[in-house]
């Protein structure tokens, strides 16, 4: 999935920002030039938080599929990494730092809740336009958001943020390792056994 | 499906933006360093229990206001008047053996939590009033059996009713977990009668601008998600064009019942037909406006008529005088707003009586309590025991909403927490 990073690309409808998976070094956004300290500063934190938000939104909603959900994770993490921010020390890139705070953030959740991947993205994922799809009027349609929906929530919370991180979010293997905190070989084997239980679940889809 | 196909899709959903204040309350909750969400980021599931503080700053109440309320209370039937609000009661029994107790009753503002002190005297102090549900909704109706609260949400760049942020309706339990994050299909930017049956069952029918010709109906199923989701229109029965307003909504066994109203040519229709799911199957079952509709225990239509008479199964057994404007149903008693004050009727005398002078929006519950509000304060009352004053219980804006739950023992109010259409939700318990 490498050759996904720099392609895996999705449209924010509101706002219509692209908002894509490639990692921007939030310190040489301008120009190259590190932006103002933000350690101490909350102008400055929230300038690259802004910066990195459209990245961290799409990497909450996917993973938790409700936009409630990803708004009190996003508060969460963004409150955290503010926490610490004195322990940055710049050894990673801040995009993969957020990622990891965010990413933490939004497995808290998935491990509490069971019934985390909700309807709202399911149904998005059917049918690609949540509003129209709750389908009264469409059994055929909710069958396959059901039938979609209990292929998602048959992964496991760590085997799901391997897949939204590698192949929804396309980041490379050590950049999504790194944000998970285990080695390339273990995100490897969540991975193969991710696809492999969603492949055989989503067999069974209606067509 | 395939796995590549899935992941195209995954990708290509949008991403919502913000809730409209996101930044505004993240920038504050930076400013003060702790992040007053600590201790609910421990617990949450979504929704979560907001961070009491934080919201009360946000709703920019005005801070220490305590309000001291004693209560009387009396019959045994529903011995519910000694009430705990938020934190502190004391309780004790008076000389008749009846109980009573004193409520205290502490908001605490921005003021009181300037500084984010994590001691554990300013954490029992600041926990002091209570718990507020962690859902940025406005409150719309409890399910039966207390385990769903309903509320509206704005949808967050889509327009609705009056122009406004359209809202859209979920359903959470009061403990802070969510069966479902669904929305349904239901605009309820302006407001929504909600009607719950037997088996689950469940109607919305939204307003707009006075006007609405849809209900939505639903199964809450047993691990609280809905199912069995209809959308039916409602025509009017004579003219065949879809009715201009629905009155009142009520459940009978599987059979809805709705009191409508159609206008043409400076004349309105009335109607009160019942329906099963397929509203071809429709039955003219009135005449006449109602303004509250419901069942009785043993299964018969109860109908509050606009000019106040009180039927069962269309018979007359009694009459509201002056004519209420608002009415609520619930077992066997009636409750009345309207130029005659807040009054009861009780089913089974047919006997009247008078609960306040005035008052609006009355809510009747099954387990025989009623609430209202009058003043700016919303008010218990037992109907059952006329005697006993209504006592209140909360104070309530002009933009608050409070819905009670069926055993009348916690009220949700939702009040605006800003100018985007979002509220939150403040759960009191009323304990016997």
């Known amino acids: 999935m490498q050759g996904a990073w720099k392609e895996a690309a999705t449209?924010?409808?509101?706002?219509?920002v692209s908002l894509t998976a490639s990692e921007p070094d939030v310190r040489a956004a301008d120009g190259g030039l590190p932006v103002q300290d933000p350690r101490g500063d909350v102008s400055a934190f929230e300038q690259v938080l802004r910066t990195?938000?459209?990245q961290m939104r799409a990497l909450a909603y996917r993973m938790l599929g409700d936009r409630f959900a990803m708004e009190d994770a996003l508060q969460d993490a963004y409150l955290r990494a503010y926490r610490a921010l004195p322990r940055f020390r710049g050894e990673a890139k801040m995009s993969t730092w957020l990622y990891r705070i965010v990413t933490s953030a939004c497995l808290d959740r998935l491990r509490r809740n069971k019934r985390a991947f909700d309807v709202e993205l399911t149904d998005s994922i059917v049918?690609?336009?949540?509003?129209?799809?709750?389908?009264?009027?469409d059994d055929e349609r909710l069958d396959r958001a059901d039938s979609v929906r209990a292929a998602l929530e048959g992964l496991g919370?760590?085997?799901?943020?391997?897949?939204?991180?590698?192949?929804?979010q396309g980041l490379p293997h050590d950049i999504a390792a790194s944000v998970l905190g285990i080695p390339v070989g273990t995100l490897a084997s969540r991975l193969s056994r991710a696809r492999s239980s969603l492949r055989t679940a989503l067999a069974e889809v209606p067509r | 499906m395939r796995y590549d196909e899935l992941l195209a899709r995954w990708r290509a959903v949008p991403v919502p933006d913000h809730e409209p204040g996101f930044w505004e309350w993240l920038r504050e909750d930076l400013e003060r360093g702790s992040g007053s969400r600590t201790a609910s980021n421990e617990t949450c599931q979504h929704p979560e229990v907001i961070d009491l503080h934080l919201d009360r700053r946000r709703n920019g109440r005005s801070p220490h206001t305590r309000a001291r309320v004693t209560i009387g209370a009396a019959a045994a039937a529903v011995a519910l008047l000694t009430m705990a609000v938020g934190v502190r009661t004391y309780g004790s029994t008076d000389q008749n053996g009846l109980a009573s107790g004193t409520i205290e009753r502490t908001d605490i503002a921005e003021d009181a939590v300037?500084?984010?002190?994590?001691?554990?005297?300013s954490e029992a102090a600041m926990a002091a009033p209570g718990r507020f549900v962690g859902v940025a909704g406005r409150v719309l109706a409890v399910d039966p059996s207390g385990r769903l609260l309903f509320v509206s949400v704005p949808r967050p760049g889509v327009s609705g009713c009056r122009g406004e942020a359209q809202q859209e309706i979920r359903w959470v339990r009061p403990d802070g977990s969510s069966p479902s994050m669904t929305a349904l299909p239901v605009d309820a930017s302006e407001s929504v009668k909600v009607a719950f049956g037997s088996e689950g069952r469940v109607a919305f029918a939204p307003v707009c601008e006075g006007r609405g010709n849809q209900v939505v109906t639903a199964v809450i199923a047993d691990d609280g998600t809905l199912v069995d989701i209809n959308v039916l229109t409602i025509k009017d029965l004579d003219l065949d064009v879809p009715v201009d307003r629905i009155d009142a909504l009520a459940w009978v066994g599987a059979m809805i019942i709705a009191s409508t109203t159609t206008m043409r040519e400076r004349a309105d229709h009335h109607h009160v037909v019942k329906f099963p799911a397929d509203p071809s199957e429709m039955e003219d079952v009135g005449t006449g406006e109602r303004i509250a509709l419901g069942a009785s225990p043993d299964g018969r239509l109860?109908?509050?008529a606009a000019d106040g008479r009180v039927e069962v199964d269309g018979e007359a057994i009694g009459r509201i005088e002056p004519a209420p404007v608002e009415a609520d149903i619930a077992g066997s008693l009636v409750l009345a707003a309207g130029p005659g004050g807040v009054v009861s009727f009780d089913l089974r005398s047919g006997t009247t009586s008078r609960l306040a002078p005035s008052g609006s929006n009355p809510q009747m519950t099954a387990s025989g309590m009623g609430f209202f509000v009058l003043d700016g304060e919303?008010?218990?009352?037992?109907?059952a025991a006329p005697g006993d004053a209504s006592t209140p219980i909360a104070s309530l804006g002009s933009h608050d909403r409070y819905v009670a739950t069926p055993d009348g023992g916690t009220v949700y109010i939702s009040r605006p927490r800003g100018s985007d259409g979002a509220h939150f939700v403040e759960e009191i318990r009323l304990e016997p």
């Open chain 1, 127 to 137: 049918a690609a336009h949540a509003r129209d799809v709750i389908g009264f009027d």
């Open chain 1, 11 to 16: 449209t924010d409808v509101k706002s219509g």
């Open chain 2, 302 to 304: 109860i109908a509050v």
């Open chain 2, 378 to 383: 919303l008010h218990a009352v037992a109907p």
């Open chain 1, 157 to 168: 919370p760590d085997q799901r943020a391997a897949v939204v991180l590698v192949d929804v």
């Open chain 2, 114 to 121: 300037a500084e984010p002190a994590e001691s554990a005297a």
């Open chain 1, 52 to 54: 990195h938000d459209n």
